[in-house]
Structure formats: C-alpha cells, structure tokens
C-alpha cells in the first residue's frame, strides 16, 4: 500500500466521520426532548435504590412517572414519608400518607413441618425449581427453600433459617417488594410495620389435602374469620384460605389464639417465653368464656323481659 492509499483512507474515513457527527449534532437539536426539571429534581431526592417498589422502571422512571403521567407520589416505599414530603413540595400538591410496609413470608412449611414429593437435583433456584412439576414440596403453595428472595433483597433484609424458611429483617427491611417479585410460590408478602400478627399460610388447597402435605397448614376450617372469633371483620375467607385486611383494625388475638393449626405468627411472640405466652392465651380463653356468659345473660333477661310485656298486654 503506498502512502496515497493511506492518505486517502484516512481522508476518507474523517470525511465519514465529520458528516455523521455533523448529522448527529442536527438530529440531537431537531428531536431534543426538554426535560421537565421537576423530574430532575425528584430524581435527586430518591433514594437511587433502583428497586422497583414504585412499580416503575427505576428511581429516573418513577420520577418521570409522576411529572409526566400523574404517578402517585407515595409509591417509594425505600423513601418512605421524608421523600414523599419533598415530592409534595416539588409538585405543589398535599403530602399523601404512606403507610411503612414490611414483608413476610407466608409459610410455615420447614424441612420439619412439609413432606416433598419427590428429590430435586436440578439448579439451586426457586424459579428454576418451580418448573419441576411446580416444586418438589407436596404442597403446592410451599416454600421450595432455594431463598431467590433472600438473593433479591437489595437491603440485606433477609435470610434463610436454619429451618429452611426465608425470614425477614424487620429493622432493615424498607418494604420495597423486591423479595415478593422473587417469589415463584407468592409466598411473600407485606403486611403493616404497625402490624404484629399475620397468617403464616398461602395454601388454597382443602383440609385434607393440606394434612397430607403439612402439619402445620390452613385447613380452611374458617374459625378465624367467624364473627366470635374476629368481630372487627379483618379476616374474610377466600376460598379455603383466610385473607387478612389491614386496614381494619385489629389485634387478631382471637384468629392467633383459636386456628387450631396455629397458622397465625405474632411477630411481639418472638420476645416472650413459652409460659407467657400460655399464661396469655389462659387469660384470652376467660374472656371470652366471660363474654359469651354476658351474652347469654343478656339474651334471657331480653326474653324474659318479651314474655312480661306480653303477658301485661293481655
Ligand atoms: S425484605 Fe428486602 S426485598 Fe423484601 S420488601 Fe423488605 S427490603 Fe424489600
Ligand atoms: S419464599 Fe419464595 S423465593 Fe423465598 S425461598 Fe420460599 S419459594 Fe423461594
Ligand atoms: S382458623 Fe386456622 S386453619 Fe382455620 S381457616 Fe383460619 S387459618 Fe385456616
């Protein structure tokens, strides 16, 4: 190659060059977008966590979001109410509440407590192992034990216990969801940070069918749900499983004390010890043996009451 080729390619080669760049230079003005600063703005004050709480793609996304499409501003769980406030005052609008979550896991099927229908020996992941015939539990709602949740928690909120069962980190855990995205049992869930007790069970199958696999599981005998037991209305049946709502208020001390596969957890139980927490169920038990006297009390002295009222009316 003598040196007019070179010359002449390199020419050739800036020539290119300069007229895509000149190109890029024109089409970077023709399709400039404007970015709203307010999205600038908000971006600043997330916490760049990038979990995917908000349901948008990343903490840039959420911003976006609510300048442009009108997103909720208290859908940054890592935030919590300091961001949400500062949105507020970004977007000129009331500070919405936003209610602390934190997640659970709902299952109490340990290696003691669940039987497996068969071994598994493929790759050490939940996604992958729920491919198998749905899992290798013989229930099918159970935790597959392989913590795709634990690895998913970018708050190092979570664990797997010596039981096989992914627990959760109060303390840390901001309630960004990322571990019940994990999940391909949905298995974990959010519950109130207010909130103590929850049902430890995700299995829709019938009684039978839930002894079978478990000794522990929800076998949609419906005592928790029945007015004596929760009057407040906090736990409806769906199906054969019980379903919690939070937003009624409620101790649930009756579903807690009266399951008779104790499927709900009292997270305040952990600090107790074994006698106090019996001494406390003894103390349930006369309570309400008490109120139910009341009300029979009650019913007799109304009818008694109707019967007198008759009888003068004759
Ligand atoms: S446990 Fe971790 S992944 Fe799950 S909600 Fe809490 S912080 Fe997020
Ligand atoms: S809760 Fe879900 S993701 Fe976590 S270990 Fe169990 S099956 Fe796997
Ligand atoms: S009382 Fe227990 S076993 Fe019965 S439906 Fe409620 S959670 Fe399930």
Not at 171 to 192: F, L
Not at 235 to 264: R, W
């Amino acid at each position: 190659m003598d040196t007019t080729q070179i010359l002449t390619a390199f020419l050739s080669v800036g020539l290119i060059g300069a007229v895509l760049g000149a190109v890029l230079a024109y089409a970077s003005k023709v399709f400039h977008v404007a970015v709203d600063p307010k999205v600038e703005k908000i971006g600043e004050i997330l916490p760049q966590a990038n979990c995917g709480a908000c349901g948008y793609p990343g903490c840039s996304g959420y911003a976006d979001a609510v300048v442009s499409k009108g997103a909720a501003i208290n859908l940054c769980s890592p935030g919590g109410q300091g961001v949400v406030d500062q949105i507020a005052e970004i977007m000129g609008v009331t500070a919405a509440a936003s209610e602390p979550m934190v997640a659970y896991c709902a299952c109490s099927g340990s290696k003691a407590n669940a039987k497996d229908r068969f071994e598994y020996y493929g790759p050490k992941s939940c996604a992958s192992a729920v491919f198998v015939s749905g899992g290798h539990k013989a229930c099918d709602y159970g935790c597959l034990g392989f913590a795709d949740c634990v690895e998913a928690c970018p708050f190092d909120a979570m664990g797997m216990g010596d039981d096989g069962l992914p627990y959760v980190i109060d303390d840390k855990c901001v309630g960004c969801g990322a571990c019940v995205r994990a999940c391909p049992k949905g298995i974990m869930k959010m519950m109130p940070k207010g909130a103590t007790v929850y049902l430890s069970c995700s299995s829709k199958a019938k009684g039978k069918e839930v002894t079978d696999a478990c000794t522990v599981g929800c076998i949609g005998c419906k005592i928790c749900s029945l007015p004596k037991t929760t009057p407040s209305g906090a736990i409806k049946m769906e199906g054969d499983l019980p379903v919690v709502n939070y937003s009624i208020e409620d101790t649930l001390t009756g579903a807690k004390f009266k399951c008779p596969k104790g499927c709900f957890i009292d997270k305040a139980d952990k600090n107790k010890t074994a006698e106090q927490i019996a001494s406390e169920k003894e103390a349930f038990k006369a309570e309400e043996a008490k109120a139910s006297e009341a009300a029979k009390k009650a019913a007799l002295e109304k009818a008694a009451a109707a019967k007198a009222a008759q009888e003068n009316a004759q």
